[in-house]
């Protein structure tokens, strides 16, 4: 969260500092911003890893489903402040993104499982004859 704060806010700082400003502007814009998305995203994984975690005791195994309720809970947690149609949107879009990603991730891993899958090696043909000796002899 600090380092993607710090891009963006350092390109939003340079983008709106008057000329010969812009390294100054840039550089204020990071001290200012980038903490506070950094520590943004920092409560937003806490509560996500504590949702997570609790599923995962609760249902007893570990799948996806854990990580999209833990998704849409954590996006509703969050809105709580700006009442009740706004968290449950909140909800909803957060269970999205995370079906979404979970998806991805599951398409991929079965991609790539694919690619790993060993090759059957084609058996040597014996060049030994039933005597046990060579065939060219």
Same mark, same amino acid.
């Given at each position: 969260? /600090?380092?993607?704060?710090?891009?963006?806010? %350092?390109?939003?700082?340079?983008?709106?500092?008057? +000329? %010969?400003?812009?390294?100054?502007?840039?550089?204020?814009?990071?001290?200012? &911003?980038?903490?506070?998305?950094?520590?943004?995203? $920092?409560?937003?994984?806490?509560?996500?890893?504590? *949702?997570?975690?609790?599923?995962?005791?609760? +249902?007893?195994?570990?799948?996806?489903?854990? !990580?999209?309720?833990?998704? $849409?809970?954590? %996006?509703?947690?969050? $809105?709580?402040?700006?009442? @009740?149609? !706004? !968290?449950?949107? /909140?909800? *909803?879009?957060?269970?999205?993104?995370?079906?979404?990603?979970?998806?991805?991730?599951?398409?991929?891993? +079965?991609?790539?499982?694919? $690619?790993?899958?060993? @090759?059957?090696?084609?058996?040597?043909?014996?060049?030994?004859?039933?005597? %046990? &000796? !060579?065939?060219?002899?």
């Amino acid at each position: 969260g /600090a380092i993607g704060g710090s891009v963006w806010h %350092g390109v939003r700082g340079y983008r709106t500092s008057p +000329r %010969g400003q812009k390294f100054f502007g840039s550089l204020g814009a990071i001290k200012s &911003r980038a903490p506070v998305l950094g520590g943004s995203f $920092a409560v937003w994984g806490g509560l996500f890893s504590t *949702f997570d975690c609790s599923f995962i005791a609760i +249902r007893g195994k570990e799948d996806p489903w854990n !990580s999209i309720f833990s998704g $849409a809970i954590t %996006g509703g947690v969050l $809105a709580a402040r700006t009442g @009740v149609k !706004s !968290s449950l949107q /909140a909800a *909803f879009f957060g269970g999205v993104i995370l079906a979404l990603i979970e998806g991805m991730m599951i398409g991929i891993n +079965r991609w790539t499982a694919d $690619a790993q899958k060993p @090759v059957m090696s084609q058996v040597p043909t014996d060049p030994f004859n039933e005597k %046990g &000796r !060579s065939k060219a002899f």
